[in-house]
């Protein structure tokens, strides 16, 4: 089976501080896409960042960058300035053949006032 | 954009009674639908996807079913509830090409007691 996999269960960083999730993946495919989703509380799944596979530039969203290494298959996430609100599940993701996402079992990320 | 419907938000169900969980989708037209489920603290497996009203793919071997009547209507129905069968279930969209993000609704928690 092609996974997706995130080591890191649990994060936690301090209010103003930058976190890094770290996300590998396997895939057979050469074109492909690679999302961070965000769940808070509120249980509900929200987008968080997008990478195109056959782009070598790293997507960036605010406060928000990854790092695509493709020969790797790694695909980290960066948050900068964290901030309380950030405080949530992260998944990484992987898009398939019927543009369905698999998705890695998660990181809890705690941000420390 | 699209919108996605689903209910109820909370279910409790005796073991062995049947289920039908209904999502509904508005703002697109032929999207590819998919039900996941989240096991509490854990990632998202994909049950089923339907890239058509009347087109259901299986991910994983289970007491569950799914269909399409119509093509913005996903349904997930079960005959006999396990035990096993609890977890959040969540409806998701992709309305167009690949590389686009999922929509996901706001889930549906089972409990089966």
């Known amino acids: 089976a092609q996974t997706v996999t995130q080591s890191q269960p649990e994060m936690s960083v301090q209010e103003a501080e930058t976190v890094t999730l770290s996300c590998t993946y396997d895939?057979?495919?050469?074109?492909?896409?690679l999302f961070w989703y965000k769940q808070p509380p509120s249980r509900q799944m929200i987008l968080v960042i997008r990478?195109?596979?056959?782009?070598?530039q790293n997507a960036t969203e605010n406060r928000f960058s990854v790092n695509f290494q493709k020969a790797a298959k790694s695909f980290s996430l960066k948050i900068s300035d964290s901030q309380l609100g950030d405080a949530a599940m992260y998944f990484c993701?992987?898009?398939?053949?019927?543009?369905?996402?698999?998705f890695g079992s998660g990181t809890q990320l705690t941000v420390l006032p | 954009s699209q919108t996605i419907h689903q209910w109820p938000a909370t279910l409790v169900q005796p073991v062995g009674s049947p289920l039908s969980l209904e999502c509904t989708v508005e703002?697109?037209?032929?999207?590819?639908l998919y039900w996941y489920r989240q096991a509490a603290g854990r990632g998202l497996q994909l049950l089923f996807y339907?890239?058509?009203?009347?087109?259901i793919s299986s991910e994983v071997p289970q007491n569950l079913s799914a269909s399409r009547p119509q093509d913005r209507q996903f349904i997930l129905s079960s005959k006999k509830l396990l035990l096993s069968d609890s977890g959040f279930y969540l409806c998701?969209?992709?309305?167009?090409?690949?590389?686009?993000?999922?929509?996901f609704g706001s889930g549906t928690q089972l409990s089966v007691l």
């Open positions: 339907s890239v058509g009203i009347g087109q």
């Open positions: 895939t057979s495919e050469s074109d492909y896409y």
């Open positions: 990478q195109e596979a056959y782009k070598q």
């Open positions: 703002g697109t037209s032929n999207p590819n």
């Open positions: 998701a969209c992709n309305p167009g090409h690949v590389g686009e993000k999922l929509f």
């Open positions: 993701a992987r898009s398939g053949s019927a543009r369905q996402l698999t």
